[in-house]
Each structure stands twice: as C-alpha cells, then as structure tokens.
C-alpha cells in the first residue's frame, strides 16, 4: 500500500517514515509538513493512505479529511495523535475518517491498523474508549455561538447586540450551557468544552 505521512514535527515524521518502510507491504510515497502540502500531496500523488496529525499549520488533519471527503477522494485517512477528545472523534467520525491512534502507540500496532483500513476497515487504539467514537457534542450550535463569544471576553450585552438577542435571552443560554456541562462557572464551561473539542 502506498502511504503519505503529514505531521509537523520533522523528527518523528522522519521516524514513522523509517519504521513503515521496514514493513514489507507499506510504501511511504510523500511526506508533508503542513495540512495544505499533505492536501496537494493526496492529489497529486493518489496514496492509499494518509496518516495525519490534528494539529498541524494551515490546515488540521481534519480540515483535510473534510475536504476530502466533500470531493469523494478515495484516500483513506488514519489519524495519529496525541490528543483523546471527544470533539475530534466526533469531528473525524463526520468527516470519514478510518482510522484514530494515539502518538505513543506501538509501531507494529500501527501496521496492523493501517492493513485493516486499507482492507476497508476501521482502526481505534485499544487505549481509547469507544464511547469517544459515539460521544455527541450536547451544545447547540447556538449555544456553541454563544460560548465562543464569552470565551472571546464578550459580556451577556455585547453577546445580545452581536448575535441580535435580548439580555435574557443571552443569559438564558449561559445558564443552559453551564448547566449541559456541568460547568461551575463560565470560565469552567469554556475550559469543559475546549477540552473536549467541543467550540471548533
């Protein structure tokens, strides 16, 4: 199978490089160092795989899995990271993604994910519950609006005339999403949802 590798961090890029080509079935075609790159480099070199990091310059790993997936490109994307939050898997999940390890996983443990994507099926470190795969964002887009705005400092006023509400209405959706989340205040709520990837 031939395989791109994006991920910022050019050591460990060069490192999952050297490992994969050990395996006897995997061909590393590319590698990039940026969403954008990794994007032009799917396009133009047409792997079977991408292992893709989140967090990355330009565009996330996501950004590029959505974008893929709206152009019906058949690359299958596994992503490699270090970050466990609901909000990404949900996020992935949307987007197609196949496959999602964690950073520290065994490098045999990502050859065996990598064979069962390419043979059609889906991936997860054994570390990460699947209850991650199913978890739903209980904000609404509205609320999800609203907290955005509260964690850009905006006060329940400036919420109101921004979004065209009422004061209480604003209110309304604070005291609702605290409530959701369980959150003891509003910064607690803030810190709650950008934990689980909740605001993006």
Request: charged share 30%; hydrophobic share 40%; aromatic share 4%.
């Amino acid at each position: 199978m031939k395989v791109i590798i994006a991920e910022d961090q050019g050591m460990l890029r060069g490192a999952l490089s050297a490992l994969l080509d050990l395996e006897d079935d995997v061909e590393v075609i590319g590698q990039a160092e940026n969403g954008e790159e990794a994007m032009r480099l799917i396009l133009e070199l047409g792997p079977d795989l991408c292992i893709m990091d989140i967090e990355m310059p330009r565009m996330t790993g996501l950004d590029v899995a959505e974008r893929l997936k709206e152009q019906g490109h058949p690359c299958r994307i596994v992503i490699l990271t270090t970050f466990s939050r609901s909000g990404y898997f949900q996020r992935a999940i949307k987007a197609g993604v196949h496959g999602f390890l964690l950073k520290d996983s065994p490098i045999d443990e990502l050859g065996e994910a990598l064979r069962k994507v390419h043979a059609g099926g889906r991936a997860i470190s054994p570390e990460l519950s699947l209850t991650f795969w199913e978890a739903e964002n209980p904000l609404t887009e509205r609320e999800r609006e609203v907290l955005r705005l509260v964690a850009e400092g905006l006060s329940a006023g400036e919420i109101a005339k921004s979004l065209f509400l009422s004061g209480g209405t604003v209110r309304n959706y604070i005291s609702e999403i605290m409530q959701k989340l369980e959150a003891k205040n509003r910064i607690d709520a803030i810190s709650i949802a950008e934990k689980n990837g909740w605001l993006k």
